[in-house]
Every structure is written in C-alpha cells, then in structure tokens.
C-alpha cells in the first residue's frame, strides 16, 4: 500500500512539474512535499509500534495529511496563489 501511495505522489509530482514553474505551482509541489513527509513520519511510527490499534489509527492518519495536502496542493495552483503554502503547511504540521 505505501509503495503504491508513494509512486501516485510521484506521479502527482510529476505532472505538477510539466504544468510550469509559476510560483503557485512550486507552492503546490512544496505542499505536496510537506504532506508527503509528514505522512511517512506517521507510517514509520506506525510501523514501530506494537499496538495493532496504533498502528491502524497512525496509517488513517497519514491517509489524512496525504488528502489535506493533496486540497491544499489543487487549491494552491487552482487559484493561482502561492501564498496557500504558508496556511497549508500551518495546518500540515499540527496533523
């Protein structure tokens, strides 16, 4: 499941990435990056864990911040407003 989660990140990514370099569109990647990050964070905790419930809960939780950052991301770049970046990571980092 991570690795297919990783690599439609990447993809995400990618096409972010051939879309070109305005400022709300390196704020949409940032985001991306962001909730990518914190995500791993959460599934490598989950996976240290020994509480099956733990775990479960700190995957659904990284579900989450993917999503978040994944709006955050669209929002960014639909709007054309790089300055989403700074709400978004705000929000990201208290997940």
Same mark, same amino acid.
């Given at each position: ?12 990514? +990618?096409? +972010? ?27 490598? &905790? ?40 700074? &709400? ?5 980092? &208290?997940?």
């Amino acid at each position: 499941m991570r690795i297919a989660l990783k690599a439609a990140g990447m993809a995400t990514l +990618l096409a +972010l990435g051939a879309c070109g370099g305005n400022a709300d569109d390196r704020a949409a990647d940032n985001i991306e990056s962001m909730a990518e990050n914190k995500a791993d964070a959460l599934e490598d &905790q989950a996976d240290r864990t020994g509480n099956e419930a733990v775990e479960d809960a700190l995957e659904d939780r990284a579900d989450n911040v993917r999503e978040v950052g994944e709006d955050a991301a669209d929002k960014a770049d639909d709007n054309d407003d790089a300055r989403v970046e700074n &709400q978004a990571g705000a929000v990201i980092n &208290q997940m």
